[in-house]
Nanobody, 118 residues
């Protein structure tokens, strides 16, 4: 059974930082491209960041470049999202995604709420 379990969300003041974690089980984690997405009320889910299977390359959305950083630890089957300089526009439910094209496998976590407010 595949599970992606996000943690680390919460309430933070503008300018603050959070680190999200996503622990994967039931998959060969090192073979999956891992991503973070987010969705705000009334908006479509959007890609935030993506990391290659071996962590050698990353992509970040323009809206978070220079503030967020995705990383992974294949030994721990975990992907992280370090979020700095948070602002109200970052308020959303953040979802972890695991994708392996060769198997057409695509999995989602349950999401973790991030709220940026004073």
């Amino acid at each position: 059974q595949v599970q992606l379990v996000e943690s680390g969300g919460g309430l933070v003041q503008p300018g603050g930082s959070l680190q999200l974690s996503c622990a994967a089980s039931g998959i060969l984690f090192s073979r999956y491209v891992m991503s973070w997405y987010r969705q705000s009320p009334g908006k479509e889910r959007e890609s935030v960041a993506q990391i290659a299977t071996d962590g050698s390359s990353t992509i970040h959305a323009d809206s978070v470049k220079g503030r967020f950083s995705i990383s992974r630890d294949n030994a721990k089957n975990t992907v992280y999202l370090q979020m700095n300089s948070l602002n109200a526009e970052d308020t959303a439910v953040y979802y972890c995604n695991a994708y392996r094209g060769s198997l057409r496998a695509n999995y989602w976590g349950q999401g973790t709420q991030v709220t940026v407010s004073s």
